[in-house]
């Protein structure tokens, strides 16, 4: 729980046992509990912001607090009515729960010497038609995110984690079939990296990397590695996949629903192979139009000062199999780094020839040993550049997104494996963080050879 809504709880919890003593005692602390239970409900509605799983609290704390005036102005009564009581206990220990249990979580703070920066462009494909949504057959719109190193005068000011606040809770909620409700907090949640401030002015070209998300996904499913990234020097551009993202919320407040019908579940297997092989080669296309509009100036910020000769390209599932497609068929890729890449989708001529370029794959322990990990395994057969598959135990497809910090119940919802989100994020950030710096950098570490200790990962022969 964030600190105001500590306080509350503590404070509410006070009042509501403040019957059980002695009338001196209950008449003495009236009015302490009342300022603090008035000062605490201030600070977190103003500061933190209110939020839907603290609705039981809420009503303890007034009540307790209208309780404490009275008994502060007035001599307590005896007769304190304990099933009523009972009742506020009740109303205060459920709140307190459900703030446990889904909270307003903490992420991860990026690792590297320079403050971080983000902002947010809307990119137009005039060349490519819009396949997907209610009404398909308009120029693809994207949203693409950047993350960057900033400039260190610049104030630091760190901005939401998600875009567009309840609206995107919702849509998330509908397509995880959750109430609507139960995700309106996620716009309260805050990274790291402040908007739209000043990039450093270090001179020399940026690395890039390029972020694609999974199906259902969406670009800041991942910020947590993309600050960290930034942070150590790279330039993170994310894409919003249209219609294959859980929700893409643009610039000027639109948002825009998946689309269920682009990978069709309730269909022969012929059908949806098809579906599956246009969606990633979709996403393969939208990561090389990003890079287009990068080198174009899409970010003035940034404008002439990108390496996009040799690009990082990482991505998760559906954006694994997308990088693995872009980086065979686009020289602008230096090095690919997959988590549980989805290459079921790729054609086999792709994975026959395999890849030029430097290949890491992780895969959840829930991927290991499937036919996706077969097709995986051919791949890295096939490939003429370094390549390596890792092996996270007590992982599943999700851990290496964010959504594990979402609750302390992760495990038990299903969105995470039985080791710890932040050890598995700092385990993803470490090896993709070494991969690159190796491959794109010229480091002089190699992960494979040198692996971040990290007893999980287990590197294939």
Same mark, same amino acid.
């Given at each position: 729980?964030?600190?105001?809504?500590?306080?509350?709880?503590?404070?509410?919890?006070?009042?509501?046992?403040?019957?059980?003593?002695?009338?001196?005692?209950?008449?003495?602390?009236?009015?302490?509990?009342?300022?603090?239970?008035?000062?605490?409900?201030?600070?977190?509605?103003?500061?933190?912001?209110?939020?839907?799983?603290?609705?039981?609290?809420?009503?303890?704390?007034?009540?307790?607090?209208?309780?404490?005036?009275?008994?502060?102005?007035?001599?307590?009564?005896?007769?304190?009515?304990?099933?009523?009581?009972?009742?506020?206990?009740?109303?205060?220990?459920? #709140?307190? /729960?459900? !703030?446990? *249990?889904?909270?307003?979580? =903490?992420?991860?703070?990026?690792? &590297? %010497?320079? +403050? @971080?920066?983000?902002?947010v462009v809307s990119l137009t494909d005039p060349e490519r038609r819009a396949g997907y949504g209610a009404e398909p057959g308009g120029a693809r719109e994207l949203a693409l995110q950047v993350w960057y190193p900033a400039d260190p005068q610049e104030p630091v000011a760190p901005g939401a984690w998600v875009p567009a606040?309840?609206?995107?809770?919702?849509?998330?909620?509908?397509?995880?079939?959750?109430?609507?409700?139960?995700?309106?907090?996620? #716009?309260? /949640?805050? !990274?790291? *990296?402040?908007?739209?401030? =000043?990039?450093?002015?270090?001179? &020399? %070209?940026? +690395? @890039?990397?390029?972020?694609?998300?999974?199906?259902?996904?969406?670009?800041?499913?991942?910020?947590?590695?993309?600050?960290?990234?930034?942070?150590?020097?790279?330039?993170?551009?994310?894409?919003?996949?249209?219609?294959?993202?859980?929700?893409?919320?643009?610039?000027?407040?639109?948002?825009?629903?998946?689309?269920?019908?682009?990978?069709?579940?309730?269909?022969?297997?012929?059908?949806?192979?098809?579906?599956?092989?246009?969606?990633?080669?979709?996403?393969? *296309?939208?990561?090389?139009? =990003?890079?287009?509009?990068?080198?174009?100036?899409?970010?003035?910020?940034?404008?002439?000062?990108?390496?996009?000769?040799?690009?990082?390209?990482?991505?998760?599932?559906?954006?694994?199999?997308?990088?693995?497609?872009?980086?065979?068929?686009?020289?602008?890729?230096?090095?690919?780094?997959?988590?549980?890449?989805?290459?079921?989708?790729?054609?086999?001529?792709?994975?026959?020839?395999?890849?030029?370029?430097?290949?890491?794959?992780?895969?959840?322990?829930?991927?290991?040993?499937?036919?996706?990990?077969?097709?995986?395994?051919?791949?890295?057969?096939?490939?003429?550049?370094?390549?390596?598959?890792?092996?996270?135990?007590?992982?599943?497809?999700?851990?290496?997104?964010?959504?594990?910090?979402?609750?302390?119940?992760?495990?038990?919802?299903?969105?995470?494996?039985?080791?710890?989100?932040?050890?598995?994020?700092?385990?993803?950030?470490?090896?993709?963080?070494?991969?690159?710096?190796?491959?794109?950098?010229?480091?002089?570490?190699?992960?494979?050879?040198?692996?971040?200790?990290?007893?999980?990962?287990?590197?294939?022969?």
């Amino acid at each position: 729980m964030r600190p105001a809504e500590f306080v509350l709880l503590v404070v509410t919890v006070v009042g509501v046992v403040r019957p059980a003593t002695s009338l001196v005692v209950r008449r003495s602390i009236a009015w302490p509990v009342a300022a603090a239970a008035t000062i605490a409900a201030v600070a977190h509605l103003t500061v933190e912001g209110a939020r839907w799983q603290l609705t039981p609290l809420y009503l303890a704390a007034a009540v307790v607090l209208l309780i404490s005036l009275a008994d502060a102005v007035r001599p307590p009564n005896a007769a304190s009515g304990r099933v009523g009581w009972l009742l506020l206990g009740a109303l205060a220990a459920t #709140g307190g /729960v459900l !703030g446990w *249990a889904l909270p307003v979580p =903490a992420l991860p703070a990026p690792t &590297g %010497p320079q +403050p @971080v920066g983000t902002t947010v462009v809307s990119l137009t494909d005039p060349e490519r038609r819009a396949g997907y949504g209610a009404e398909p057959g308009g120029a693809r719109e994207l949203a693409l995110q950047v993350w960057y190193p900033a400039d260190p005068q610049e104030p630091v000011a760190p901005g939401a984690w998600v875009p567009a606040g309840a609206r995107f809770g919702r849509q998330a909620a509908a397509w995880l079939g959750m109430p609507s409700f139960v995700l309106d907090h996620v #716009g309260l /949640v805050r !990274g790291h *990296a402040t908007d739209d401030v =000043a990039a450093s002015p270090e001179p &020399g %070209p940026l +690395p @890039v990397v390029v972020y694609s998300h999974g199906w259902g996904g969406f670009r800041t499913i991942q910020s947590g590695l993309a600050e960290d990234l930034a942070s150590r020097g790279y330039v993170v551009a994310a894409l919003d996949h249209t219609h294959g993202a859980v929700a893409t919320a643009f610039p000027d407040g639109q948002v825009v629903p998946i689309d269920p019908a682009a990978l069709p579940s309730e269909t022969g297997p012929e059908i949806y192979d098809a579906a599956a092989e246009r969606l990633v080669a979709t996403f393969a *296309a939208d990561v090389a139009f =990003a890079l287009d509009e990068l080198d174009a100036g899409a970010v003035p910020m940034l404008a002439g000062r990108l390496d996009l000769d040799a690009v990082g390209i990482v991505g998760h599932s559906t954006g694994g199999g997308a990088a693995v497609r872009f980086c065979a068929e686009d020289r602008r890729c230096g090095a690919v780094v997959g988590f549980d890449p989805w290459v079921e989708p790729v054609p086999d001529d792709i994975l026959g020839h395999g890849l030029d370029v430097p290949f890491l794959a992780l895969r959840s322990e829930e991927w290991v040993g499937n036919d996706n990990d077969a097709r995986l395994r051919r791949l890295r057969a096939s490939s003429n550049g370094p390549s390596g598959l890792v092996a996270v135990a007590g992982t599943t497809h999700r851990d290496v997104t964010l959504l594990p910090f979402l609750s302390p119940l992760s495990h038990r919802l299903g969105l995470a494996g039985v080791t710890p989100g932040e050890r598995t994020h700092a385990l993803t950030t470490e090896w993709t963080a070494a991969w690159l710096d190796h491959h794109l950098r010229g480091a002089l570490r190699d992960p494979l050879l040198d692996p971040p200790a990290y007893r999980e990962a287990q590197v294939d022969g």
